[in-house]
């Protein structure tokens, strides 16, 4: 028999495809699944002995949080990067980096096909595609659900039909968790003018005493939440979402462009990204200089952009990687963070490496390093050439 490794995450498409490409292609089906950081101990075991149930030839978990983390998140983090200056690129970036493993382990295998479960109406048909393309292009791509166009309702009359014993009841909402938050949709994210209930939310708001966090960052990176040190950056975004979580903190939709062309709206909860990418931003504009400021949003916006839209494995990534690497060596500090029960603020930065030292002059009080007299003579040359325009032209 031939093989094909499947992108496996248990739902109703991936549990069809295991039926249909074991039973009508008449393939050696081993089911993979990819934790990044979004999967408990007991719900991956759960996941496994449904894939065998169905009949997998062989079932793999791969744990990818932290190559997730040091090859991805973490430059996300060094960019600021928000989707529309709002989504932290939770799922996308995810997706990304299940298919890059998805393809190693394909190509482990020595597998005939690689298959997934992707619909033809969502970004994650291009991900998927893009990156087995590009790694695996030896390999034929097989996608059922797509293909056969499969309403729902085909699909769970096709697994009754041969046996399947699963909870085929739809969820209200659909929750896609990860370590870079968990993405929500429902019916309200399917028109333009609904908002999410309280209930759609997988973490209920429980806090609502007012709390102070002390955020740790060395080189651009999380260390340290109050007076915890973390070795590991991933344990360090896992403990900030405990602790924000709870206030309701991170939440909201994403109105955007997916990469076939039609608008999208997207619930999302990301307190730990949230609040991150704010601080570390917030750090930046103290230790770094304008034009690194400047050209690091330029480019981290070319980077999100390139990452929603699949084009991670383009060598261009990995040149923007190191910019923004190069970028973060004196962004190293503390900041002070207040969270209350929807929301959260910055308060200040503490560091080393703050340019707004007192030596050189305090804003709107007092200058140290220059006089009167120089502020006027740049005034006049800095203003030049504009004078010039207007004493020409007669303005």
């Given at each position: 028999?031939?093989?094909v490794?499947?992108?496996?995450?248990?739902?109703?498409?991936?549990?069809y495809?295991?039926?249909?490409?074991?039973?009508?292609?008449q393939?050696?089906?081993?089911?993979?699944?990819?934790?990044?950081?979004?999967?408990s101990?007991?719900?991956?075991?759960?996941?496994?002995?449904?894939?065998?149930?169905?009949?997998?030839?062989?079932?793999?978990?791969?744990?990818?949080?932290?190559?997730?983390?040091?090859?991805?998140?973490?430059?996300?983090?060094?960019?600021?990067?928000?989707?529309?200056?709002?989504?932290?690129?939770?799922?996308?970036?995810?997706?990304i980096?299940?298919?890059l493993?998805?393809?190693?382990?394909?190509?482990e295998?020595?597998?005939?096909?690689?298959?997934?479960?992707?619909t033809?109406?969502?970004?994650?048909?291009?991900?998927f595609?893009?990156?087995?393309?590009?790694?695996?292009?030896?390999?034929t791509?097989?996608?059922?659900?797509r293909?056969?166009?499969?309403?729902?309702?085909?699909?769970?009359?096709?697994?009754?039909?041969?046996?399947?014993n699963?909870?085929?009841?739809?969820?209200?909402?659909?929750?896609?968790?990860?370590?870079?938050?968990?993405?929500?949709?429902?019916?309200?994210?399917?028109?333009?003018?609904?908002?999410?209930?309280?209930?759609?939310?997988?973490?209920?708001?429980?806090?609502?005493?007012?709390e102070?966090?002390?955020?740790?960052?060395?080189?651009?990176?999380?260390?340290?939440?109050?007076?915890?040190?973390?070795?590991?950056?991933?344990?360090?975004?896992?403990?900030?979402?405990?602790?924000?979580?709870?206030?309701?903190?991170?939440?909201?939709?994403?109105?955007?462009d997916?990469?076939?062309?039609?608008?999208?709206?997207v619930?999302?909860?990301?307190?730990?990204?949230?609040?991150?990418?704010?601080?570390?931003?917030?750090?930046?504009?103290?230790?770094?200089?304008?034009?690194?400021?400047?050209?690091?949003?330029?480019?981290?916006?070319?980077?999100g952009?390139?990452?929603h839209?699949?084009?991670?494995?383009?060598?261009?990534?990995?040149?923007?990687?190191?910019?923004?690497?190069?970028?973060?060596e004196?962004?190293?500090?503390?900041?002070?963070?207040?969270l209350?029960?929807?929301?959260?603020?910055?308060?200040?930065?503490?560091?080393?490496?703050?340019?707004?030292a007192?030596?050189?002059?305090?804003?709107?009080?007092?200058?140290?390093?220059?006089?009167?007299?120089?502020?006027?003579?740049?005034?006049?040359?800095?203003?030049?050439?504009?004078?010039?325009?207007?004493?020409?032209?007669?303005?």
């Open positions: 028999m031939k093989k490794v499947l992108a496996f995450s248990g739902g109703l498409d991936t549990s495809c295991v039926k249909y490409l074991a039973e009508d292609c393939l050696e089906v081993h089911s993979v699944i990819v934790n990044t950081g979004g999967f101990p007991e719900e991956l075991a759960a996941i496994e002995a449904h894939a065998y149930a169905l009949g997998v030839t062989k079932h793999i978990t791969l744990h990818e949080t932290q190559a997730y983390y040091q090859h991805c998140i973490r430059y996300l983090i060094f960019g600021n990067v928000l989707k529309n200056n709002t989504y932290p690129l939770s799922v996308s970036a995810e997706r980096y299940q298919a493993a998805i393809a190693r382990t394909a190509k295998l020595g597998a005939d096909f690689v298959a997934h479960g992707s033809g109406a969502g970004n994650d048909q291009v991900r595609d893009l990156i087995f393309n590009i790694m695996i292009p030896e390999i791509i097989l996608t059922p659900i293909d056969q166009q499969l309403s729902r309702q085909q699909e769970i009359d096709y697994l009754k039909a041969h046996g399947v699963m909870n085929f009841e739809k969820a209200a909402y659909s929750i896609n968790k990860g370590l870079w938050g968990t993405s929500v949709g429902g019916k309200e994210t399917l028109t333009s003018a609904g908002y999410l209930p309280e209930e759609a939310f997988p973490t209920a708001q429980t806090k609502n005493t007012p102070e966090l002390k955020l740790v960052f060395e080189k651009g990176e999380l260390k340290g939440v109050n007076e915890r040190q973390f070795a590991d950056p991933v344990e360090a975004i896992q403990h900030l979402s405990d602790l924000a979580a709870p206030f309701g903190i991170g939440r909201d939709i994403h109105v955007g997916t990469i076939i062309g039609i608008k999208g709206r619930g999302f909860e990301a307190a730990a990204p949230l609040i991150i990418i704010k601080a570390h931003h917030t750090l930046e504009k103290h230790v770094l200089t304008k034009w690194q400021l400047y050209w690091k949003e330029q480019l981290a916006n070319w980077y952009n390139l990452l839209e699949g084009q991670f494995l383009d060598p261009v990534m990995r040149n923007i990687e190191k910019f923004l690497t190069d970028t973060q004196s962004v190293s500090g503390t900041v002070t963070v207040g209350a029960p929807y929301r959260f603020y910055v308060k200040g930065i503490e560091s080393p490496f703050d340019l707004m007192s030596e050189f002059g305090a804003y709107g009080e007092m200058n140290n390093a220059w006089s009167g007299e120089d502020v006027r003579g740049f005034s006049k040359i800095f203003g030049n050439q504009t004078m010039i325009h207007y004493q020409v032209n007669g303005k």
